[in-house]
């Protein structure tokens, strides 16, 4: 178990040290979520529509779209010089080849976040309070869900045409179940409610991320095996 | 070669002879609905539409189900008859999909006053709608039959487990749908005319799912062979 974790991490660090390196995705999905709260900011009438009933969906959209910017680069990357070929060729488990992938994407979309949770307090002059907590927790468990469906899927999609226009409309449903929860969950929190009412919540967030990342690891291997 | 085109015949004229009695089998649920059941008190003929629109959802719900088993089956059989099998049902289920979600609105204009609302099971039915959208975009989009069918087979399997919770996540917000009336603990509180016509109607929408799947499996068939002959 030990050397599993072991393996995943050095597959999650190889593709944050690309990252690091280019600063291509990150730099386009932080700078997307920056134009899409701007967007929203423009488009709401701050005289008719208090920021704290807008603030919940903005922050949720803004965290999906830029989610999926941040995927799509998963296994893009891989393709060029069969990059793919050589990691199939090590000797590592699928199971633990996609806790790596998975992960890395993980670690990727939370950066994504990390950036565009400040910029929506700022922009949106939100206090926090303290939300804060409660509403990393909401972050971490929500993203991890579609990030385990999304790592699948990107693997998938890069095999075929008009990859990057597929993996949304893959993905899409499967963000539903976890977005629907992490919205009703930050309304509430930003409403200055307490933890212990959104525990109802967080606990689907955790069924569903549970459930999804076990199914991933199981089907993995039908995905990159031929 | 031929053998199989002529197989492909086959299927696709029991496919379509299946097909012809389900779509018999409306008209007769239709004759039923309009001249024999009781009017409903509270929402007059609209609810007449109910003979259609529910046992629709049962086969969109059916085929959704028997797509992801036989994802599953696929991935451990390789059988490409699955996948045909599998394909087929997804794209029947589409259209199922697609009578729920224009009856539906149909019959709530007059009732709930509004085309559309985000009822729990409307728009449960609105992202299996997607789903199954998706899964023909992918199939679409990928030219090599194996690699075709385990990719969907993946997306079969998690569309499958993804449905209740979708359900779950739609139905914690208070519904405007109404409760279930014949599948619920209690004995069915339906007039024993209503109920005839509904249960009718159940078995017509599976036999027309039946016969879609089969005629369309056939075509795949015929597809395939010729694919087949052309590469030889």
């Known amino acids: 178990m030990g050397r599993a974790l072991r393996l995943a991490l050095v597959i999650a660090a190889k593709d944050i040290r690309l990252e690091l390196r280019s600063r291509t995705s990150l730099l386009s999905a932080s700078v997307f979520a920056a134009l899409v709260l701007i967007v929203f900011n423009f488009a709401r009438d701050p005289t008719a529509v208090a920021t704290v009933d807008l603030a919940p969906s903005v922050l949720w959209v803004t965290v999906s779209f830029a989610a999926v910017v941040a995927m799509n680069r998963a296994f893009t990357v891989e393709r060029e010089n069969a990059a793919f070929d050589g990691l199939l060729l090590a000797p590592v488990d699928r199971e633990i080849l996609y806790l790596g992938k998975f992960l890395a994407n993980l670690a990727f979309v939370l950066v994504v976040e990390a950036i565009a949770l400040p910029l929506f307090v700022l922009f949106f002059n939100i206090d926090l309070g303290g939300a804060l907590p409660g509403l990393l927790i909401t972050l971490l468990l929500a993203t991890a869900g579609f990030v385990a469906v999304g790592t699948v899927f990107s693997a998938m999609v890069v095999r075929t045409r008009f990859a990057e226009l597929m993996l949304p409309i893959l993905l899409l449903p499967f963000m539903v179940p976890p977005l629907i929860f992490a919205v009703k969950i930050s309304v509430l929190l930003l409403a200055g409610r307490p933890l212990s009412e959104v525990a109802e919540g967080l606990r689907f967030l955790a069924i569903y991320d549970v459930v999804f990342v076990t199914l991933s690891v199981l089907l993995f291997s039908a995905v990159v095996d031929e | ?232």
Not at chain 2, 85 to 107: D, M, N, R, Y
Not at chain 2, 138 to 143: G, N, Q, S
């Open chain 2, 1 to 232: 070669m031929t053998a199989d085109l002529a197989s492909a015949r086959r299927v696709m004229i029991r496919g379509a002879v299946l097909t012809v009695l389900g779509l018999l089998g409306v008209g007769l649920v239709m004759v039923l609905a309009l001249a024999y059941t009781p009017e409903e008190i509270n929402q007059g003929l609209a609810q007449k539409i109910f003979y259609i629109h529910a046992p629709s959802a049962w086969a969109a719900m059916l085929s959704v189900v028997l797509t992801g088993l036989a994802s599953m089956l696929y991935l451990w059989l390789h059988d490409p008859r699955i996948d045909r099998f599998a394909a087929s049902s997804a794209e029947v289920g589409s259209i199922f999909c697609g009578v729920v979600l224009t009856t539906g609105p149909i019959w709530g204009k007059p009732i709930w006053g509004t085309w559309w609302t985000w009822d729990g099971r409307l728009t449960l039915t609105l992202f299996l709608f997607f789903l199954l959208l998706g899964y023909h975009t992918l199939r679409a989009a990928i030219r090599e039959p194996f690699e075709r069918g385990r990719f969907s087979a993946v997306l079969g399997i998690m569309g499958m487990v993804l449905v209740p919770f979708i359900h779950l996540s739609v139905y914690l917000w208070r519904g405007l749908h109404p409760m279930p009336i014949v599948l619920k603990p209690s004995a069915p509180s339906l007039d024993p005319q209503m109920l005839r016509t509904l249960l009718i109607s159940f078995g017509v929408m599976t036999l027309l799912y039946v016969g879609f799947v089969t005629l369309r499996y056939g075509i795949q068939l015929a597809h395939d062979a010729r694919e087949a002959a052309d590469a030889s």
